[in-house]
T-cell receptor
Framework: NAGVTQTPKFRVLKTGQSMTLLCAQD?????MYWYRQDPGMGLRLIHYSVGEGTTAKGEVPDGYNVSRLKKQNFLLGLESAAPSQTSVYFC?????????????FGPGTRLTVT | DAKTTQPNSMESNEEEPVHLPCNHSTISGTDYIHWYRQLPSQGPEYVIH???SNVNNRMASLAIAEDRKSSTLILHRATLRDAAVYYC?????????????FGAGTQVVVTP
């Protein structure tokens, strides 16, 4: 199993450009999440999905859109990038067992917006 | 969601135990206590979780206070690979979305 993979690993954007981050998982998990992590801080939830075709807003959703057209993929889009979106983006997926969720994280995408 | 308080950093010598405290005085009866850690330049990984009783696994032990207002993650013999940021997270079992709220965590430094 590859687990959770993220594409790309690094990206530099100019202000106003758009891009899509791809997250893929091969564990058949229902739940998927996008987080961002700014230097010296913990992770903050951007959007999440509880199943194919469903998405919901997290703590910091502004400026981002997501789609979950296939169970194994969760896409994060930036329509018009801003320097404030410079961050490391982590995707995660999880399953539930005995009412406990265990999240599996990808390696992250480092995004710089100039 | 109930909040957690952790020290910013802790230091330990290699092969010595590390006790990482977490205060969660507003914990509710349905909150599970989770610990994750984040190695440098990696995504977080699961360490351990518990509800009321102490828990052990191959990575660590979790000691939960009787009133559940605090807990301690115990790394029995720290290695250099255990240098990471450790997050203590509460999650309400009634929350059906599986969302976690990460704080700043505790940076563990292991000295050879």
């Amino acid at each position: 199993n590859a687990g959770v993979t993220q594409t790309p690993k690094f990206r530099v954007l100019k202000t106003g450009q758009s891009m899509t981050l791809l997250c893929a998982q091969d564990m058949n998990h229902e739940y998927m999440y996008w987080y961002r992590q700014d230097p010296g801080m913990g992770l903050r939830l951007i959007h999440y999905s509880v199943g194919e075709g469903t998405t919901a807003k997290g703590e910091v959703p502004d400026g981002y859109n997501v789609s979950r057209l296939k169970k194994q993929n969760f896409l994060l889009g930036l329509e018009s990038a801003a320097p404030s979106q410079t961050s490391v983006y982590f995707c995660a997926s999880s399953y539930i067992r005995d009412r406990v969720y265990e999240q599996y994280f990808g390696p992250g995408t480092r995004l710089t917006v100039t | 969601d109930a909040k957690t308080t952790q020290p910013n950093s802790m230091e330990s010598n290699e092969e010595e135990p590390v006790h990482l405290p977490c205060n969660h005085s507003t914990i509710s009866g349905t909150d599970y206590i989770h610990w994750y850690r984040q190695l440098p330049s990696q995504g977080p990984e699961y360490v351990i979780h518990g509800l009321t009783s102490n828990v052990n696994n191959r990575m660590a032990s979790l000691a939960i206070a009787e009133d559940r207002k605090s807990s301690t993650l115990i790394l029995h013999r720290a290695t250099l690979r255990d240098a990471a940021v450790y997050y203590c997270i509460l999650r309400d079992v009634s929350d059906s979305w599986g969302k976690f709220q990460f704080g700043a965590g505790t940076q563990v430094v292991v000295t050879p």
